[in-house]
């Protein structure tokens, strides 16, 4: 199981601890981030590298509030950086306007998003965009409650789903790319902003189905199996290869960070910024997500050094190919 609290996050922890006993050092300063827990591994990885290499000399946090609720403690000014597994929305937008909060758009990877299902399921190992919506469909709660009102051709069983909270975006996401609409779902699963509890689900019960970031599906392969996603061309799994050539759809996506553009005046912001940046092509390989070209991550710390603000994804990341993200931020 994925766990936050690798050995190197609790080295980085007694090494933090040290550095604020009175009488040792000053306290440090803090870079504040929150958000997706898809994000979370990469942003983690990053935090605890950053840490070490700074001896203790800049702190940063990194919670998991879910990509809605980073977003609203972000446009509340009340942390540097927000996590989000999807572009950030119209909504979202104007509550930081409605602050003076403006923001710096930075993809840092691709993820493929995962549907899931216990091993010991063996009818299900491919499943069409269609069946997923006529499960997830608001329309379905109450009404598809077994397999085989899905497909006939599967068990007459109960099916126990589970998937991300509302303040996801992993949720808003897929229920946008499946369903038609983001946040359209039927509510009667369920749902955890921790994908570890989800995972959980799916590894003891032969009849559930979920869904969540590739990361926690990766970590997780000997207790949870893939499902190929057939999207009217076959059944395709997650991989590096189906989402560079952007066969695994409507499920790969774009994953960010965004900045407070008040934050570039803070030199431990700015530090940890040209950190991530220069080691994420690595981190996000380590943490199995799928980086993005070494000219996104320049032109991330070209637009956070020229404070350029804004969004190109007008709020859906929906079908975006991976090639196409220099293309789009240059546009900024």
């Given at each position: 199981?994925?766990?936050?609290?690798?050995?190197?996050?609790?080295?980085?922890?007694?090494?933090?601890?040290?550095?604020?006993?009175?009488?040792?050092?000053?306290?440090?300063?803090?870079?504040?981030?929150?958000?997706?827990?898809?994000?979370?591994?990469?942003?983690?990885?990053?935090?605890?590298?950053?840490?070490?290499?700074?001896?203790?000399?800049?702190?940063?946090?990194?919670?998991?509030?879910?990509?809605?609720?980073?977003?609203?403690?972000?446009?509340?000014?009340?942390?540097?950086?927000?996590?989000?597994?999807?572009?950030?929305?119209?909504?979202?937008?104007?509550?930081?306007?409605q602050e003076n909060v403006q923001y710096i758009e930075m993809p840092i990877?691709?993820?493929?998003?995962?549907?899931?299902?216990?091993?010991?399921?063996?009818?299900?190992?491919?499943?069409?965009?269609?069946?997923?919506?006529?499960?997830?469909?608001?329309?379905?709660?109450?009404?598809?409650?077994?397999?085989?009102?899905?497909?006939?051709?599967?068990?007459?069983?109960?099916?126990?789903?589970?998937?991300?909270?509302?303040?996801?975006?992993?949720?808003?996401?897929?229920?946008?790319?499946?369903?038609?609409?983001?946040?359209?779902?039927?509510?009667?699963?369920?749902?955890?902003?921790?994908?570890?509890?989800?995972?959980?689900?799916?590894?003891?019960?032969?009849?559930?189905?979920?869904?969540?970031?590739?990361?926690?599906?990766?970590?997780?392969?000997?207790?949870?199996?893939?499902?190929?996603?057939?999207?009217?061309?076959?059944?395709?799994?997650?991989?590096?290869?189906?989402?560079?050539?952007?066969?695994?759809?409507?499920?790969?996506?774009?994953?960010?960070?965004?900045?407070?553009?008040?934050?570039?005046?803070?030199?431990?912001?700015?530090?940890?910024?040209?950190?991530?940046?220069?080691?994420?092509?690595?981190?996000?390989?380590?943490?199995?997500?799928?980086?993005?070209?070494?000219?996104?991550?320049?032109?991330?710390?070209?637009?956070?050094?020229?404070?350029?603000?804004?969004?190109?994804?007008?709020?859906?990341?929906?079908?975006?190919?991976?090639?196409?993200?220099?293309?789009?931020?240059?546009?900024?």
């Amino acid at each position: 199981m994925f766990n936050p609290l690798s050995f190197r996050a609790i080295a980085v922890t007694v090494l933090l601890f040290t550095a604020t006993i009175p009488g040792i050092v000053k306290a440090s300063p803090i870079v504040k981030i929150d958000g997706s827990s898809t994000v979370f591994p990469i942003t983690e990885a990053v935090a605890e590298d950053f840490q070490k290499a700074k001896r203790g000399a800049i702190r940063v946090t990194v919670g998991i509030s879910g990509t809605g609720g980073g977003f609203k403690k972000f446009c509340r000014n009340e942390i540097d950086i927000v996590n989000a597994s999807r572009p950030i929305t119209p909504a979202e937008m104007e509550a930081c306007r409605q602050e003076n909060v403006q923001y710096i758009e930075m993809p840092i990877a691709f993820d493929a998003l995962t549907v899931v299902i216990n091993p010991k399921n063996t009818w299900s190992k491919t499943i069409s965009v269609d069946e997923l919506k006529k499960v997830w469909e608001p329309e379905a709660q109450g009404k598809i409650t077994n397999w085989n009102q899905i497909n006939p051709a599967w068990p007459d069983k109960k099916i126990k789903l589970y998937g991300p909270g509302a303040d996801s975006g992993t949720f808003e996401y897929f229920t946008e790319a499946i369903v038609g609409k983001a946040k359209s779902s039927r509510g009667d699963f369920t749902a955890s902003e921790d994908d570890n509890v989800l995972v959980q689900g799916v590894a003891n019960d032969v009849y559930a189905l979920g869904f969540f970031g590739f990361a926690y599906y990766i970590e997780n392969v000997k207790r949870i199996n893939a499902v190929a996603i057939d999207n009217g061309n076959g059944g395709i799994l997650p991989s590096a290869v189906t989402v560079e050539n952007n066969s695994y759809k409507p499920l790969s996506r774009p994953i960010f960070i965004y900045v407070n553009a008040k934050s570039t005046g803070k030199p431990e912001v700015s530090e940890f910024i040209n950190f991530y940046m220069k080691n994420a092509p690595e981190l996000v390989t380590e943490v199995k997500y799928f980086p993005l070209s070494k000219e996104v991550y320049d032109l991330n710390i070209e637009h956070f050094n020229k404070k350029k603000v804004g969004t190109v994804f007008k709020g859906s990341g929906v079908n975006i190919k991976l090639e196409d993200i220099l293309k789009l931020e240059s546009s900024l």
